[in-house]
């Protein structure tokens, strides 16, 4: 099992750019959680997904940011125009039921915004 | 909704030495409680979750946490620590019930570094 795939790994871009972050989750598992992580704010959860359908998007700081999930192998988690403050880390993890069991991240965008 | 509090940002401690990652969570209904650590440049891992039982719940590296329902607390300990503990270590917690299903609220995280 290769795990949870993030691309890429790193991105930099400068402000108002478009930028789109990409996750495939581990196959068979219903649930896929898109999170931020910033030294001012810690871990953030964005949205999450179950059966490719947004459960909560509560998370997702403004109308910039969205996410979709087209099938069960596949996740984009889209910037734009993209802002300095959106420079953070952006992991996402995916669960086979979501509650109870564990979830497995990926290792992470590291997004630096000019 | 949940609130996680790690009383500890950072934990300095020397190899072989005792530690205890310090977690307290609020919650108006009966939760499930988590420890992942973070490695540098990696994603979190899982170390041990309670979900019920024993309130004394074993993870994987020698550490372990107990569950205090009256002191809403879910401490990590490792008796004796190894250089390679070095890492974040995030509390996290989850409605047993409700809307929120899937949903994890994390902790800030504690630094916990091992000096030689």
Redesign the interface.
């Known amino acids: 099992d290769a795990g ?1 795939i993030q691309s890429p790994r790193h991105e930099v871009t400068e402000m108002g750019q478009e930028v789109t972050l990409r996750c495939k989750p581990i196959s068979g598992h219903d ?1 896929l ?1 898109w999170y931020r992580q910033t030294m001012m704010r ?2 953030e ?1 964005l949205i ?1 997904f ?1 059966n490719n359908v947004p ?2 998007d509560s998370g997702m700081p403004e109308d910039r940011f969205s996410a979709k999930m087209p099938n069960a192998s596949f996740s984009t988690l889209k910037i734009q125009p993209s802002e300095p403050r959106d420079s953070a880390v952006y ?1 996402c ?1 995916s ?1 086979r ?4 069991e ?2 497995f ?4 965008t590291q997004l630096s915004v000019l | 909704a949940q609130s996680v509090t790690q009383l500890d940002s950072q934990v300095p401690v020397f190899e072989e030495a005792p530690v205890e990652l310090r977690c307290n969570y609020s919650s108006s209904v009966s939760v499930y409680l988590f420890w992942y650590v973070q490695y540098p440049n990696q994603g979190l891992q899982l170390l041990l979750k309670y979900l019920s039982g024993s309130t004394l719940v074993k993870g994987i590296n020698g550490f372990e946490a107990e569950f205090n329902k009256s002191q809403t607390s879910f401490h990590l300990r490792k008796p004796s620590v190894h250089i390679s503990d070095t890492a974040e270590y995030f509390c996290a917690v989850s409605d047993q019930a409700g809307s929120t299903l899937g949903r994890l609220y994390f902790g800030r995280g504690t630094q916990l570094t091992v000096w030689p």
């Open positions: 949870v649930y959680f810690g871990l959860l999450y179950n459960i909560d992991f993890a669960s039921t979501g509650r109870t564990k979830l991240f990926g290792s992470g």
